[in-house]
C-alpha cells in the first residue's frame, strides 16, 4: 500500500522539550512538506524539501527544524524556542513539479 | 491579509439538499485546490482547476479566473459528507507553495 504516514497520532510533552514528529512516504515522491493547522485558521507553511539533503523555510519556521536525509522521511523538530507549539502538524508530499499534495493523517501535539 | 476567503465558515444542511461553498482569491494563481478534511483530520485533494469546470460523482467544482472565484457544489448531500471543505490556491508567483483558505465546516443531517 503506498502512502504517507505521521507517527503518533498523539503526541504530548511538557514545555520546554523538543519533540521529533516522524512522516515518511512511499510514494517516490521528491517533495514534502510540512503544515501546521490551528482551529479557524488555514494550514500554514513550515518547512518544505523538494529533493534529498535540501529544505527551505516556509511561512513560520521559526521555532521548527526538519532533516531530509532520506528521499522517504522527512521529520520536524519542534524546539523549545517555538513559542505555542501546541498544535496538528500535517506531512504531505508530491511528484515534483506537480500541484496535487497527498497528505499524512496528522499528528496532534498537546504541549502541557 | 486574508489571501483566500471562504464563505460560509460553518453550513448546516439536511440530507439530499444541493451544497455550494465558495472561495475567493486576491492573488494571481496558477491553480486552484479543493480539499475535504475528515473528523479525524484527514485531509484529501477533491480537485485541482486552473480554467472552467470539473465534475466527479456529487461534486462539481467551478473557477472563474476572471472574477477569481471558485465554487464546490454537492448534490444530494448525504450525511458521510459532513467535513471540513478547504480551498487553497496556488500563488502563481511562488514555488508551488499553497495558500489555504480557513475552511468551511459542513454538516449533514439525516
Known amino acids: 500500500d503506498g502512502g504517507i504516514t505521521q507517527s503518533p497520532k498523539y503526541l504530548f510533552r511538557k514545555e520546554g522539550q523538543n519533540v521529533t514528529l516522524s512522516c515518511e512516504q512511499n510514494?517516490?515522491?521528491?517533495?514534502m512538506y510540512w503544515y501546521r493547522q490551528d482551529p479557524g485558521q488555514g494550514l500554514r507553511l513550515i518547512y518544505y524539501?523538494?529533493?534529498?539533503?535540501?529544505?527551505q523555510k516556509g511561512d513560520i519556521a521559526e521555532g521548527y527544524s526538519v532533516s531530509r536525509e532520506k528521499k522517504e522521511s522527512f521529520p520536524l523538530t519542534v524546539t523549545s524556542a517555538q513559542k505555542n507549539p501546541t498544535a496538528f502538524y500535517l506531512c504531505?508530499?508530491?511528484?515534483?513539479?506537480?500541484?496535487?499534495?497527498?497528505f499524512g493523517p496528522g499528528t496532534r501535539l498537546t504541549v502541557l | 491579509k486574508n489571501e483566500v476567503e471562504q464563505s460560509p465558515q460553518n453550513l448546516t444542511a439536511q440530507e439530499g439538499e444541493f451544497i455550494t461553498i465558495n472561495c475567493s482569491y486576491s492573488?494571481?494563481?496558477?491553480?486552484l485546490h479543493w480539499l475535504q478534511q475528515h473528523p479525524g483530520g484527514g485531509i484529501v485533494s477533491l480537485f485541482m482547476?486552473?480554467?472552467g469546470k470539473k465534475k466527479h460523482g456529487r461534486l462539481i467544482a467551478t473557477i472563474n479566473i476572471q472574477e477569481k472565484h471558485s465554487s464546490l457544489h454537492i448534490t444530494a448531500s448525504h450525511p458521510r459528507d459532513s467535513a471540513v471543505y478547504i480551498c487553497?490556491?496556488?500563488?502563481?508567483?511562488?514555488?508551488?507553495?499553497?495558500?489555504f483558505g480557513k475552511g468551511t465546516k459542513l454538516s449533514v443531517k439525516p
Open positions: 504531505a508530499s508530491s511528484i515534483a513539479g506537480t500541484d496535487t499534495q497527498y
Open positions: 510514494l517516490n515522491h521528491d517533495a
Open positions: 524539501s523538494q529533493i534529498v539533503n535540501d529544505f
Open positions: 492573488v494571481g494563481i496558477s491553480a
Open positions: 482547476l486552473s480554467s
Open positions: 487553497a490556491v496556488r500563488d502563481g508567483g511562488s514555488q508551488g507553495n499553497l495558500i
